[in-house]
């Protein structure tokens, strides 16, 4: 009986001490897409907890979750051209934190919220502001394809010494301000007349040249015609058409037949 019983009491101690044993060694499960920057009494260690279950000894380990996932955030920035011109942009940045680097990150940044508020946003209104002073208010529209690369490469310098790298960055938006918006708007209006104007008065010389060719056409054509209808000529044209007819004379006395031969034997006197 003695023996059952101290048999128990060593089974229910055992027990107890496994229970403690749970208790003072906790899990941590590290979910996808995320990294576990593992701190002792509050000191970032080098290890790095990757994704899956791992112990850590309570009270003297503490672990920080950051997402190592691709983030997307949107900037709107004010910026001057060369020609100092106010343009407005929204930009779509997509970016992460570097896995292996995530507690550097935390150590000297901390979580994402301080990241987005301390680094990336003031990276992205700095770099914007220092590509597009390169330019002017035209070309950032005309070069846009270039300001862009202009802006990722800048960006992705600057944030990698961040322990940031930088998937995708867009210019979702340009625009101006409302006074230069109706210069520009203005301008294309104008150069829209010009070359209205200008096809006008091509269409006019070229009507008025056409106008003087056909009078040169006309007059060189009478000329022609008066050097080739001799009276010879004029004279067979006259005899081809006539009809067989003699024509009828009318005189104070009697109506009478003109004479043909009357009439050649006049004309060769």
Do not use: C
């Given at each position: 009986?003695?023996?059952?019983?101290?048999?128990?009491?060593?089974?229910?101690?055992?027990?107890?001490?496994?229970?403690?044993?749970?208790f003072l060694?906790?899990?941590?499960?590290?979910?996808?897409?995320?990294?576990?920057?593992?701190?002792?009494?509050?000191?970032?260690?080098?290890?790095?907890?990757?994704?899956?279950?791992?112990?850590?000894?309570?009270?003297?380990?503490?672990?920080?979750?950051?997402?190592?996932?691709?983030?997307?955030?949107?900037?709107?920035?004010?910026?001057?051209?060369?020609?100092?011109?106010?343009?407005?942009?929204?930009v779509a940045?997509?970016?992460?934190?570097?896995?292996?680097?995530?507690?550097?990150?935390?150590?000297?940044?901390?979580?994402?919220?301080?990241?987005?508020?301390?680094?990336?946003?003031?990276?992205?209104?700095?770099?914007?502001?220092?590509?597009?002073?390169?330019?002017t208010a035209?070309?950032?529209?005309?070069?846009?394809?270039?300001?862009?690369?202009?802006?990722?490469?800048?960006?992705?310098?600057?944030?990698?010494?961040?322990?940031?790298?930088?998937?995708?960055?867009?210019?979702?938006?340009?625009?101006?301000?409302?006074?230069?918006?109706?210069?520009?708007?203005?301008?294309?209006?104008?150069?829209?007349?010009?070359?209205?104007?200008?096809?006008?008065?091509?269409?006019?010389?070229?009507?008025?040249?056409?106008?003087?060719?056909?009078?040169?056409?006309?007059?060189?054509?009478?000329?022609?015609?008066?050097?080739?209808?001799?009276?010879?000529?004029?004279?067979?044209?006259?005899?081809?058409?006539?009809?067989?007819?003699?024509?009828?004379?009318?005189?104070?006395?009697?109506?009478?037949?003109?004479?043909?031969?009357?009439?050649?034997?006049?004309?060769?006197?």
């Amino acid at each position: 009986m003695k023996k059952i019983k101290a048999f128990n009491s060593a089974g229910k101690l055992t027990a107890l001490l496994f229970l403690i044993t749970i208790f003072l060694t906790p899990f941590v499960i590290i979910n996808a897409g995320q990294r576990g920057v593992l701190m002792q009494f509050g000191q970032v260690q080098d290890t790095i907890l990757g994704e899956g279950i791992h112990t850590i000894i309570p009270i003297v380990n503490t672990v920080q979750k950051l997402s190592v996932r691709v983030q997307s955030q949107e900037i709107s920035a004010e910026a001057s051209s060369r020609d100092l011109q106010d343009v407005f942009t929204d930009v779509a940045l997509n970016w992460h934190i570097i896995p292996e680097e995530v507690n550097a990150i935390f150590q000297q940044i901390g979580d994402e919220k301080s990241v987005i508020d301390r680094i990336i946003n003031p990276a992205v209104e700095e770099v914007l502001k220092a590509v597009i002073a390169k330019y002017t208010a035209e070309e950032v529209i005309t070069k846009r394809g270039e300001v862009k690369a202009g802006v990722d490469n800048a960006l992705t310098t600057r944030l990698i010494n961040y322990h940031i790298a930088v998937d995708d960055i867009s210019l979702v938006h340009i625009h101006f301000s409302a006074q230069f918006s109706q210069a520009v708007e203005a301008k294309q209006i104008a150069e829209q007349e010009a070359k209205q104007a200008e096809f006008i008065a091509l269409k006019a010389s070229k009507q008025a040249q056409a106008n003087v060719n056909l009078s040169k056409g006309e007059a060189e054509a009478n000329s022609l015609l008066r050097e080739t209808l001799t009276p010879e000529v004029l004279q067979r044209q006259t005899i081809e058409k006539w009809d067989g007819k003699l024509p009828l004379i009318v005189g104070k006395d009697v109506p009478k037949l003109l004479n043909l031969r009357d009439l050649v034997e006049a004309n060769q006197k």
